[in-house]
């Protein structure tokens, strides 16, 4: 089997990359909705990947997995690495988690990172009514994640949240505030923390979703101050989301300063970047995410690797969509023991939804999804229903 064409389109806000072969079989892989510019990046792999067996995944991925980077720039590698697992299913007839040492559980737990509506402010009731909300969807989430600090609207709305510079109207995805924050703004988040708590109680685990931007010092003090609250997390507070680097020896410090558990690699391309985080005992939850780690097959490397150093696993995928989703799901059940759940992505326009095939009508139940026993990734887009959406310059993409 040979490929023939790597192809990209925007359809709503995701990057849908399609590869196509020689047998008619064709394998997708989907980027962030919050990274539609990325459509050149995944097309200048065109030239290199035409010709080679996509079922030799990692003959091609070492062709191109030294051109990404941190996110952004590993998106363009790990959606092409996920339609090639695709593939590589698809030509086996079994489901991708198969090739990737089978399955250890029949159901994957998920965690709420996407099932959200508008806050109403940043005040404690709002941050206790917003979880309330969470507690009553249909999904009956187990552990809810929620933005404070500078992962928030709060460095803006609450006055004198920090002594750093804040971004106004910064115009991308991305921008980060940092500073030092003030006495208001550090007993602002725990009366946010005490509000939520009053409402979950241990019915619904807590993480939060911190940064970047805090300085150490600040990190430690708070770690602590939360250590009576048995939050599941705070992840992000020194580095994360678009920084690209990771700061192993500052994490560290503030691992050992608290019992809360610190989190953090969302933003982390490939083994090699998660290599000191893991062996320094640096943190005690790492979340890398396949849309962006460079695919599924490393997330599963880092996976086992932090597991022989007693770090917990919990994959970030809030933007990856419902294709997204589907890798998510492979990979994390063939997952160790050290896993804890995945963050779950819904459909970033509700039409999605109508495009995939494969989906059940009810995903998640009680934090739990069932695996998708279709070949490759297990899920597919209705060509027809998703033309509607296509840029005239894609015209061509589902041919």
Same mark, same amino acid.
């Given at each position: ?85 695709? +593939?590589? %299913?698809?030509?086996? =007839? /079994? ?10 559980? $029949? *159901? ?49 709305? +609450?006055? %004198?949240?920090?002594? =750093? /510079? ?10 980060? $505030? *940092? ?69 192993? *020896? ?150």
């Amino acid at each position: 089997m040979k490929i023939t064409d790597l192809r990209c389109a925007v359809i709503g806000k995701h990057p849908i990359v399609r590869i196509v072969t020689d047998e008619g079989l064709h394998g997708l892989g989907e980027v962030e909705y919050t990274k539609p510019y990325l459509k050149p990046w995944v097309l200048h792999f065109r030239e290199a990947l035409i010709g080679e067996d996509p079922t030799d995944v990692e003959r091609v991925m070492l062709k191109i997995r030294q051109r990404g980077s941190f996110k952004p720039y590993g998106a363009a590698v790990s959606a092409i690495e996920h339609a090639l697992w695709d +593939i590589a %299913g698809k030509a086996a =007839g /079994v489901p991708a988690y198969k090739l990737l040492d089978g399955k250890v559980r $029949d *159901q994957v737990r998920v965690y709420n990172g996407s099932i959200r509506r508008k806050r109403t402010g940043d005040r404690p009731e709002d941050y206790a009514a917003d979880v309330k909300w969470m507690m009553e969807q249909p999904q009956n989430f187990f552990m809810i994640k929620q933005g404070i600090s500078f992962h928030s609207n709060m460095k803006d709305t +609450i006055e %004198g949240f920090h002594y =750093g /510079v804040t971004q106004k109207q910064a115009g991308y995805h991305g921008a980060m $505030d *940092q500073g030092m924050i003030s006495e208001r703004g550090f007993n602002h988040m725990l009366d946010c923390v005490i509000a939520m708590k009053e409402v979950l109680g241990d019915k619904v685990s807590l993480a939060l979703d911190c940064g970047p931007g805090w300085m150490l010092p600040d990190a430690i003090k708070f770690a602590r101050a939360v250590e009576k609250y048995n939050l599941m997390w705070l992840e992000d507070m020194l580095t994360g989301d678009y920084v690209p680097w990771v700061n192993p *020896q500052a994490y560290r410090e503030l691992t050992t300063s608290t019992s809360t558990p610190i989190h953090t690699g969302e933003q982390i391309y490939l083994r090699h970047n998660f290599k000191e985080l893991i062996e320094t005992q640096a943190v005690r939850v790492i979340g890398p995410d396949p849309a962006d780690i460079g695919g599924i097959a490393e997330l599963k490397w880092v996976a086992e690797h932090a597991h022989m150093h007693s770090i917990l696993m919990a994959p970030h995928g809030t933007a990856n969509g419902l294709l997204g989703l589907g890798a998510l799901i492979n990979v994390c059940a063939t997952l160790p023991a050290n896993y804890i759940a995945f963050e779950y992505p819904s459909a970033s326009d509700p039409w999605w939804e109508d495009l995939v095939i494969g989906l059940p009508s009810q995903i998640v139940t009680d934090s739990m999804v069932d695996l998708l026993e279709a070949p490759g990734l297990g899920l597919d887009i209705d060509a027809e229903a998703a033309r509607k959406y296509l840029r005239e310059e894609d015209a061509g993409f589902f041919d």
